[in-house]
């Protein structure tokens, strides 16, 4: 009442709009003593007439019931709503106070596996989301409760394998308990580190009048930096080529290589040369020839520029498209016919 939502501790449920809504959740010290006042309005869906109801809610310190001893158990298969229920809840504080002997036990903190990061379940099988209820007592543990910090449960736990447990039957036959998520508190051995903070005025202190930067900024001249951007490298490589030139033209050493380069380049130009002016006879298969059956002159296989030095004494034959294929099977007289204009060819 007053505020446009719950108090933060107070959490809502209601799983369809024909099933009973819950309210639960468990308050804080900061809450103790005042007076909670949750004002429900409902309707008539039909007439739409309204009614509004006011529950109070009174919240007392829990240090008039201290109860150091809390463990804190994972039922797979209970919903929030479920396990809220006054003969669920009862039916599973008395198991655990049949494992545990306590002389008094009480429900603690009831929440959703799904307020604590877990997932919604898929719709088939009606599967649960699982619910953690937190209980206090005021006697230490029992050896039952004791079994799942054993190296070998905790190490089946590691291998997600469900640990053994002798007092699980207990619960077997109604609450399904996932022992490796089961957290016992001990704070009888806890040190408070509760720090007691000193609020202040919420003002913060006075750093002076705040000036913001001019509106007209000072020009800054870049010359002196392209100066020395370009100043300091060309004056480098200016050196380089200084002592570069001294070594290669004034160095006794460099003048022969350049004099020994010098030559080399000489040398290779006149022999070149010589190649070019080299007289070499033209083979007998390069020279002018007539054709066997038209007379006509045929053109040598080589152009007139051709290297000559480059030009081998034996050609390929090759069947020319002017050149007439002899046949295989002749008369006598053809076959001298035939090796006579041959004959003459070659002269």
Not at 326 to 331: E, L, T
Request: charged share 20%; glycine share 6%; aromatic share 8%.
């Amino acid at each position: 009442m007053g505020y446009p939502d719950r108090p933060g501790w107070l959490r809502y449920i209601q799983r369809t709009p024909y099933s009973d809504g819950v309210l639960y959740g468990s308050p804080t010290v900061e809450n103790v003593g005042k007076p909670t006042i949750i004002e429900i309005t409902a309707y008539n869906r039909r007439t739409f007439e309204t009614a509004r109801h006011n529950l109070i809610i009174n919240i007392m310190s829990a240090e008039d019931f201290p109860l150091p001893y809390q463990a804190e158990f994972f039922i797979r298969n209970m919903n929030v709503e479920e396990m809220l229920a006054s003969e669920v809840l009862g039916d599973f504080l008395g198991a655990v106070k049949n494992v545990w002997q306590p002389e008094r036990l009480n429900a603690i903190n009831i929440t959703s596996a799904l307020d604590r990061g877990g997932r919604v379940p898929l719709p088939i099988n009606d599967m649960k989301e699982g619910v953690y209820v937190m209980v206090g007592a005021d006697v230490p543990f029992s050896s039952c409760l004791r079994e799942v910090e054993n190296p070998q449960n905790q190490l089946r736990c590691s291998q997600e394998m469900e640990p053994s447990i002798t007092c699980d039957k207990k619960f077997r036959t109604q609450f399904h308990i996932d022992w490796c998520k089961i957290s016992l508190v001990d704070n009888t051995k806890q040190v408070s580190t509760f720090q007691e903070v000193i609020r202040g005025e919420g003002i913060l202190p006075d750093g002076g009048e705040y000036k913001p930067p001019s509106d007209s900024l000072k020009s800054r001249d870049y010359y002196s930096d392209f100066l020395i951007t370009l100043a300091v490298p060309s004056a480098v490589a200016l050196v380089l080529f200084l002592i570069l030139a001294y070594i290669m033209c004034c160095r006794r050493e460099g003048v022969i290589q350049l004099v020994h380069h010098s030559a080399i380049q000489k040398s290779t130009k006149e022999l070149r040369d010589m190649s070019k002016n080299r007289e070499i006879a033209w083979p007998l298969s390069t020279l002018p020839v007539f054709h066997p059956v038209t007379g006509e002159i045929v053109p040598p296989l080589h152009p007139d520029n051709y290297d000559n030095t480059s030009m081998p004494l034996m050609q390929t034959q090759q069947n020319l498209p002017h050149q007439t294929q002899i046949p295989q099977q002749q008369s006598a007289g053809e076959f001298r016919m035939t090796t006579f204009q041959r004959f003459e060819a070659s002269i």
